[in-house]
């Protein structure tokens, strides 16, 4: 199949450099705290939006210097606007994550339309779409799985021993134990962890893909020193074993799904 490549992706980069800067380097975070607060009345945010703008003209006008004048400020006007836009409905939203991630996603994907129009290729971008196969998605499906579905199969087969672990409070316990906490604590520790744990399947499923099965030995080595302090402080055999369970549990799901997505590739790693 011949190779599918965008032309004058230089330009592409420079517009996400350009956005990179002027959304984390040149913005304080006053300007935010008044975008937040005051929304479409903040003077800060037409400030922000126009520097999106000019920055976006100067990276159009250094790396494709061949383009019409108009077209450089069609393009300009489109980023300014769409930013100024995104980012008033993002100021009425609630500062978390997610509503980070898409509002960058926003971002980018108007970028990404934006050199498409200057450059002409939305019938090459349209081509890259339809050469999407089999493997790519099973690729995204291995990524997916071992997010939240891995997590429920995991809190499912530690559920046996979960109410004992939490249950029975160790000979040697302390002022700081999940026990003496508050049930706000103790849930936003639960959320850390599960996202410790998607953290750590992300990477192992990364790592049996390249075939660096090496790189999971330390990523568990590591982990187990980390633990390593609070179980020999609990001193308590029944957490111990609940802790590894759950790790050796993770590992598993991962190396599974890790296999069968290497399989469906054509890299399965062991060779008959």
């Not at 913005?27 to 975008?35: A, G, I, L, N, T």
């Amino acid at each position: 199949m011949q190779e599918l490549v965008f032309k004058e992706t230089l330009l592409l980069v420079a517009l996400l450099l350009a956005h990179l800067l002027a959304d984390f380097y040149f913005q304080p975070y006053s300007w935010v705290e008044s975008r937040n607060k005051r929304h479409v009345l903040a003077p800060h945010l037409y400030l922000h939006a126009l520097l999106h703008g000019l920055l976006a003209g100067i990276a159009i006008l250094v790396f494709a210097s061949d383009l019409q004048g108009m077209t450089v400020l069609c393009g300009s006007a489109i980023i300014a606007v769409t930013h100024f836009k995104i980012d008033v409905i993002k100021s009425f939203c609630p500062q978390t994550t997610t509503s980070f991630i898409v509002d960058q996603l926003a971002h980018v994907l108007v970028i990404i339309a934006v050199f498409l129009f200057m450059t002409s290729q939305f019938n090459t971008f349209l081509t890259v779409l339809t050469a999407i196969n089999a493997q790519h998605l099973a690729i995204v499906l291995a990524y997916l799985a071992v997010l939240k579905p891995s997590s429920i199969i995991i809190k499912q087969l530690l559920s046996p021993w979960s109410a004992e672990v939490t249950t029975e409070r160790p000979k040697h316990s302390h002022a700081n134990d999940a026990l003496t906490l508050s049930l706000e604590a103790q849930q936003t520790l639960a959320l850390a962890g599960q996202r410790i744990g998607y953290l750590e399947r992300t990477l192992m499923l990364t790592f049996v893909l390249l075939n660096q099965f090496a790189a999971i030995g330390f990523l568990i080595a590591a982990k187990s020193i980390f633990r390593f302090g609070d179980l020999t402080k609990h001193q308590d055999r029944k957490l111990t074993e609940y802790v590894l369970l759950g790790t050796f549990s993770s590992v598993v799901i991962t190396l599974i799904i890790g296999l069968a997505c290497a399989y469906l590739l054509g890299e399965f790693p062991i060779k008959r």
